[in-house]
């Protein structure tokens, strides 16, 4: 039944000096999943990211992985998961996170298809690198889907105005050069990952990988547009908190981003 | 000559195979290591040092064997390029020197690597001892037990080993991991793959550093009368010996056979896809989830194969085939009965496919010679419970 685009969404937000929170959420962890996703739309999310299993996640740490194979376990596809999206409506815009394989096997006109009929209008393929874009970049936007890049530490400049002048929907800010996963202190790779994006035009800068905690939520929001909340929130769901721990949680970090 | 085998494509494109997909914080890792190698591969006092270090320590160059027994018994001329006799038993070490080296050349102190069987972990902590780096394998915990002296060689060699409990705990989940951390970092770490797959620049040097097989092999038949063979075959895990053994024929007229593991044969059974940053032939189900592969043999389990080999399939100028387990233990026993030869069990992979096709595919009094990529000492245990019908 829908959900609002992306790229306008967000830009509007921004505009109006709001920050924006992206939590993840892992498809088909449980039967729960959607109850999940509406959750931390109402304790204050701008957008969901969620996530699609795959078998080998390369850039996810043990949290995701092992979210990702019980959703596996559980029977999860991608088409299972845009049908069950596609019967709910959603107040902010949704953003797929996957790996390349999962898109490229259904072929990429069918997914971005069938994503963009379930209300998805952005997506965070990472191990797609800049190099590897073309294909996947031009089917998406037609279809409306907004093709999401990172900027990792290790970008040089060359690479990360190149990837800042691609991105859309928002720019996705690499904090620590790692997995996912929660940590307990963050580091000055943060501030200098932003400083370097903050050197070219791009549509919002939203920064996620290691963010664990309210306090490191605000750290991020006092330099960047956006924040994104993967782990900590997945290991929530894995522990059995449920619908109404994971909207606690996120009221947690729209408070401390807010503050 | 044909550019067959050659530099690859832009972006490491091997056809439409290969290519880097990567995540971002990788991409600049694979540059710098793209750069560093194609400088170092042209700089003769590089190639000198390697070829040295081959040479005064690695037991370079390896012989050819003429077969007696059992190439009268199939009715062919057998070879056998002997990488068994190379230092730590295997063809790994030609890669391992050379990205030892390399890793020093960049200023980075520290190598990881994946292993299945333990043959590529033992000749990483082989070659980091021997050029004082540090170590660190990532072994899947099923292959740690599979293989559990090969851990311990590790150790004594003065590496870490990291058992691997995530995904289905082999070769496929060590390789994951390994990425993992090198992510994290890979500002004084070399990540030493050991096969020719992965993300560009990968396939492409460990082909290289493994090209000297061939090399010596191609040079060494003529000083059997033979100008060139009418085969090359060659065991395929990801590819890395038999890539080696092929780049030396390439140009001539030889069918080129690389013979995978019936329960991990990613050319004949699998589909194209992407999986540690390469675009090959793989093993995954209808949703593109990748698939667990399974043999007798810890080092041919990866579910996909290096992407040069899904190129030379889809041209046509390489043959892949299969050997179940069976047939690779009833090998393992004829060659080493009759030539004093007791192979890895992932090289009796090719032994079996030669053994069941003499006289077949194979035509009587053809000329063949098979990569006789590493010793079969780690598996003896192993084969022995098999034989006794222990496992
Ligand atoms: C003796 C031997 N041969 C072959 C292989 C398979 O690797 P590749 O296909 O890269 O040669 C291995 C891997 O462990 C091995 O130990």
């Not at chain 2, 004082?132 to 293989?147: A, H, S, Y």
């Not at chain 2, 080696?244 to 069918?255: I, M, T």
């Not at chain 2, 593991?261 to 589909?271: C, D, E, L, R, V």
Request: with cysteine; aromatic share 6%; charged share 20%.
């Amino acid at each position: 039944m829908g959900a609002p685009n992306l790229s306008p969404t967000f830009e509007s937000l921004t505009s109006q000096n709001h920050t924006l929170l992206i939590p993840y959420v892992m498809a088909g962890v449980d039967d729960a999943w959607i109850d999940v996703v509406h959750a931390v739309i109402a304790a204050g999310a701008d957008a969901v990211e969620i996530g699609l299993p795959f078998s080998d996640p390369i850039i996810d740490g043990p949290t995701i992985q092992e979210a990702g194979v019980r959703s596996l376990e559980r029977g999860t596809t991608a088409q299972s998961v845009l049908a069950q999206l596609q019967r709910d409506e959603f107040a902010v815009p949704l953003v797929v996170m996957t790996y390349y394989n999962v898109i490229a096997h259904l072929g990429h006109e069918r997914f971005a298809g069938e994503a963009k009929q379930a209300g998805i209008t952005g997506a965070i393929v990472p191990d797609l690198s800049l190099e590897e874009l073309d294909g996947w970049e031009r089917v998406a936007e037609d279809a409306g889907i907004d093709p999401v890049l990172l900027v990792a530490p290790s970008s040089s400049p060359e690479r990360t105005k190149k990837i800042c002048a691609r991105s859309r929907g928002f720019l996705y800010g690499v904090a620590r050069m790692g997995v996912t996963g929660e940590r307990s202190s963050m580091t000055d790779e943060l501030e200098a990952v932003v400083a370097k994006i903050r050197a070219f035009p791009s549509p919002p800068v939203c920064v996620g990988i290691g963010v664990s905690t309210p306090e490191q939520a605000k750290r991020v929001a006092d330099i960047a547009d956006g924040v994104i909340v993967g782990s900590a929130l997945v290991r929530r769901v894995l522990d059995g908190e449920g619908p109404d721990g994971a909207g606690a949680f996120v009221s947690s970090l729209r408070n401390a981003i807010d503050a | 000559m044909s550019n067959i085998m050659g530099t690859p494509g832009l972006d490491g494109r091997f056809g439409s195979f290969g290519g880097r997909f990567v995540p971002e914080p990788l991409v600049p890792a694979c540059q710098e290591l793209e750069a560093a190698f194609a400088d170092a591969w042209s700089d003769e006092s590089f190639i000198a040092e390697y070829r040295r270090i081959l040479r005064e320590y690695g037991g370079r160059p390896t012989p050819l064997t003429k077969c007696g027994r059992l190439s009268e018994e199939l009715g062919i001329e057998l070879y056998l390029k002997r990488e068994d006799l190379a230092h730590t038993g295997s063809h790994k070490i030609n890669n391992v020197i050379g990205q030892a080296l390399l890793t020093k050349r960049m200023g980075k102190r520290r190598m990881i690597a994946e292993t299945g069987a333990g043959q590529h972990g033992v000749a990483s902590a082989t070659a980091a001892a021997l050029l004082g780096l540090e170590c660190v394998v990532f072994m899947g915990e099923v292959d740690t037990k599979r293989q559990e002296l090969n851990v311990f060689r590790m150790e004594l060699l003065g590496a870490e080993v990291r058992p691997v409990t995530s995904g289905s705990r082999t070769l496929k989940d060590a390789v994951n991991e390994a990425m993992r951390t090198w992510v994290s970092e890979v500002a004084d770490t070399h990540y030493c793959l050991g096969s020719v797959m992965g993300p560009h620049p990968f396939p492409w040097m460990v082909r290289e550093f493994q090209r000297i097989i061939g090399e010596e092999a191609s040079s060494q038949i003529h000083d059997f009368g033979i100008d060139e063979p009418d085969f090359v075959v060659a065991c395929v895990g990801g590819g890395s010996n038999a890539a080696g053994l092929f780049s030396g024929f390439v140009d001539s007229d030889a069918v080129l056979v690389g013979v995978e593991a019936a329960g991990g044969a990613a050319i004949s059974s699998g589909t194209p896809g992407v999986l540690h940053g390469m675009r090959s032939q793989l093993i995954q189900d209808d949703e593109g989830q990748i698939t667990e592969a399974h043999s007798i043999s810890a080092g041919l389990d990866y579910p996909g194969i290096g992407p040069e080999h899904a190129h030379l399939a889809e041209i046509g100028r390489a043959r892949y085939e299969q050997a179940g387990d069976d047939e690779v233990v009833d090998a393992l026993q004829r060659l080493a009965s009759r030539e004093g030869i007791i192979p890895a069990l992932e090289t009796a992979h090719a032994v079996a496919w030669v053994i069941r096709e003499a006289g077949g595919e194979i035509p009587l009094g053809s000329k063949v010679v098979l990569n006789l990529s590493g010793r079969g000492d780690k598996d003896v245990a192993q084969v022995r419970a098999i034989l006794r019908g222990d496992s």
